[in-house]
Each structure stands twice: as C-alpha cells, then as structure tokens.
C-alpha cells in the first residue's frame, strides 16, 4: 500500500512557474513508476508526465513537453513536477500516481487526493 500527497498548487498567471511535489509513504515508492495526471471540470482525467523506478526515463505529453518536467527523489520518496511557462490550459486537478508507469490511467494502482493549480490570463 502507498499513500501519496500532492503539494504545491495554487494561483499563478500566465507565463508563470510552480512546482508540484507528491510524498509517497507506505512501500517504497523507488518500486514504482511515478506519474503526474491532470483533470480540468467537465473532462477526463488526462496523462501529464510518468517517470521510471531509477528515474532514469522520462516521457510528456505533447502538450507539456518543454515547459514542464517531472523529477524524483527516491530518498525522499517524493516526486515533482516544474510546470515553466503555464497557460490557462492548464488549469486543473493535478494528481499524482504510483505503479507501472506509462500514460494510462489503469497502468497506476495508487493516487493522491489531488491539488488545484488556477492560470489566469
């Protein structure tokens, strides 16, 4: 069982940065892949950007790819993603999830609670 905590949304203007942090607890989160997923009102829930185990691979969404970045830190058992250069496209719920890695939602089997991040214009 792994529980995950996602920090670090919240308000930011367009062109601006924030980072997301999720803490892992539980199993050893360095066993699985990580993922960052995103839900705006009214939609599905969409991938972000995943991470391997070692960290060592990394994959995007074409829409995310070169603004933001997903990294971890296994010793923290902790996970971020540096959102660069936001728009108002990427206001959303933002979760992060443990498991096989990869850009589905089945490929994870443990999820945050989620946190908001809101890009005005």
């Known amino acids: 069982q792994v529980r995950m905590v996602e920090s670090g949304g919240g308000w930011v203007q367009a062109g601006g940065s924030l980072r997301l942090s999720c803490a892992a607890s539980?199993?050893?989160?360095?066993?699985?892949?990580m993922g960052w997923f995103r839900q705006a009102p009214g939609k599905e829930r969409e991938f972000v950007a995943a991470i391997s185990r070692a960290g060592l691979r990394t994959y995007y969404a074409d829409s995310v790819k070169g603004r933001f970045t997903i990294s971890r830190d296994n010793a923290k058992n902790t996970v971020y993603l540096q959102m660069n250069s936001v728009n108002p496209e990427d206001t959303a719920v933002y979760y992060c999830?443990?498991?096989?890695?990869?850009?589905?939602?089945?490929?994870?089997?443990?999820w945050g609670q989620g946190t908001q991040v809101t890009v005005s214009s």
């Open positions: 999830a443990a498991g096989a890695a990869g850009s589905t939602v089945s490929g994870y089997d443990y």
């Open positions: 539980g199993r050893t989160s360095s066993s699985y892949g």
